[in-house]
């Protein structure tokens, strides 16, 4: 099947790390991303990960990539309250990007 | 300024009453996209456009028609809306060959009563 899936929710304290998760299902895909969906909003592009890498990091973000497990992971490091969001990852399929149900980061202080 | 519009930014509609929501962007991308966004389902795709006069299915069709007669613009229309198309609409484009790198429109929220 198609499905990249994602947990729902991920509620954290500000200053600490967020850890958002991903399974996807296609193993060659050569790219995988990571959206970012801020209220009232589209989507931007946050990062993205080569499938040759294991891990890409980009000032507070880390991407880890666990291709044997097809499971992506967006790190946040210091959360800050502008970092509240619906977070999605998505893969490519020929000539379209499958998302997945998207993770909504609350920060708190 | 690099930018995917979308018009109308919110609609009500009633059933059965033909409409169109406009996607411009102003990037020279040749692919163009539309996606539907649902609570609990993420995006998914209605249709694509790989470059003027190339138009194809996504996952969600049903109940959709769009068209690209210029490279800019890329409409959706509801023919005769139903209420299981009340959703937020995006549009997006890409230049990069490939549907990876999605330049978004800020969304159309759509009621169908």
């Known amino acids: 099947g198609e499905d990249v899936e994602q947990s729902l929710f991920l509620s954290v304290r500000e200053g600490d790390s967020s850890v958002i998760n991903c399974t996807y299902t296609?193993?060659?895909?050569?790219?995988l991303y990571w959206y970012k969906q801020e209220p009232g909003a589209g989507l931007q592009l946050l990062t993205y990960i080569f499938s040759n890498m294991d891990m890409k990091q980009d000032q507070r973000l880390t991407v880890l990539l666990n291709k044997k497990d097809k499971h992506l992971s967006l790190r946040i490091a210091d959360t800050q309250t502008g970092d509240s969001a619906i977070y999605f990852c998505a893969e490519p399929n020929t000539d379209k990007l499958i998302f997945g149900t998207g993770t909504r980061l609350q920060v708190f202080p | 300024e690099a930018q995917v519009t979308q018009n109308p930014r919110y609609l009500i509609t009633v059933t059965g009453k033909k409409l169109t929501v406009t996607c411009s962007q102003n990037?020279?991308?040749?692919?163009m996209s539309w996606y539907r966004q649902d609570p609990g389902l993420g995006l998914r795709q209605i249709y694509y456009s790989m470059n003027v006069e190339v138009t194809d299915k996504g996952d969600v069709p049903e109940g959709y028609k769009v068209s690209r007669k210029e490279k800019r613009n890329f409409p959706l229309i509801l023919e005769s809306p139903s209420p299981n198309q009340t959703s937020l609409y995006f549009c997006a484009s890409s230049g990069t060959g490939q549907a990876g790198e999605l330049f978004f429109g800020e969304g159309s929220r759509l009621t169908v009563l």
């Open positions: 296609d193993s060659s895909s050569t790219y």
């Open positions: 990037m020279n991308h040749e692919y």
